[in-house]
């Protein structure tokens, strides 16, 4: 099971900032917060991951909670090419392990 | 960032007859790719691990025999759905992550393949 949890769907008005919540209390020490996201009938798109210190690139920015028990992946100007399903994902570091899919938050962008 | 091809990208088969699925790393190694399967509206689910040179791991509840996997080499692993059913249509998606160096720990994701059973 995935150990996120997110809201099922958002919307966000075209140019403002976007911000997908995710909860993860369960997450422990030496996991990863990763997010990717998913254009209707494509593969999942690396956007960004973090640990506890958030993290900004030419994508998105990723705030994590000191507690890290949750965390919010902001997309600053967004566009309608950003509607799309975004995934929460919680990840130890070794090579090797898999991604647990959750069922995402669909963000529509809207002109 | 690494780049992951899948072919094809549709097919369209007909019940009973096997179809492959090869998932390519085109710019590193990949010793280790997954595969995945997404129904429609819903979220991807693990079907196997693929390992070079070894036997795949399957999730429970994904026959072994039905969903073949094949990892001959570090760039290329095939994915065959033998007897392929009506059922078995889906979105098939490999992932994998480069080398084994702890740097290169996110995963990248093929295009996915949309299998059409008729």
């Known amino acids: 099971d995935a150990k996120t949890t997110q809201p099922t769907s958002m919307d966000c008005a075209e140019g403002r900032a976007a911000n997908l919540p995710c909860n993860h209390s369960?997450?422990?020490?030496?996991?990863?917060v990763y997010w990717y996201r998913q254009i209707h009938s494509q593969g999942p798109q690396y956007i960004i991951h973090?640990?506890?210190n958030n993290e900004t690139n030419e994508m998105a920015s990723l705030i994590i909670t000191e507690d890290r028990k949750s965390s919010t992946l902001i997309l600053p100007h967004a566009t309608l090419r950003d509607t799309a399903v975004y995934y929460c994902?919680?990840?130890?570091?070794?090579?090797?392990?898999?991604?647990?899919f959750g069922p995402g938050t669909r963000l529509s962008v809207l002109p | 960032g690494a780049v992951v091809s899948q072919h094809p990208s549709r097919v369209i088969c007909k019940s009973g007859t096997s179809v492959k699925i090869e998932c390519r790393s085109l710019?590193?190694?990949?010793?280790?790719m997954f595969w995945y399967r997404q129904f429609p509206k819903k979220s991807l689910m693990l079907m196997a691990t693929?390992?070079?040179?070894?036997?795949?791991?399957?999730e429970q509840g994904v026959e072994k025999d039905k969903f073949l996997i094949n990892h001959a080499s570090l760039t290329l692993s095939t994915l065959t759905v033998t007897s392929a059913h009506p059922e078995d249509s889906s979105f098939y998606i490999c992932?994998?992550?480069?080398?084994?160096?702890?740097?290169?720990?996110?995963?990248?994701f093929g295009p996915g393949t949309r299998l059409t059973v008729l």
């Open positions: 994902i919680v990840r130890g570091y070794n090579y090797g392990q898999n991604f647990v």
């Open positions: 369960t997450i422990s020490g030496n996991e990863y």
């Open positions: 973090g640990l506890k």
């Open positions: 710019d590193f190694q990949a010793t280790t």
């Open positions: 693929s390992n070079e040179g070894s036997k795949a791991t399957y």
């Open positions: 992932s994998t992550t480069p080398g084994k160096q702890a740097s290169y720990n996110e995963q990248f």
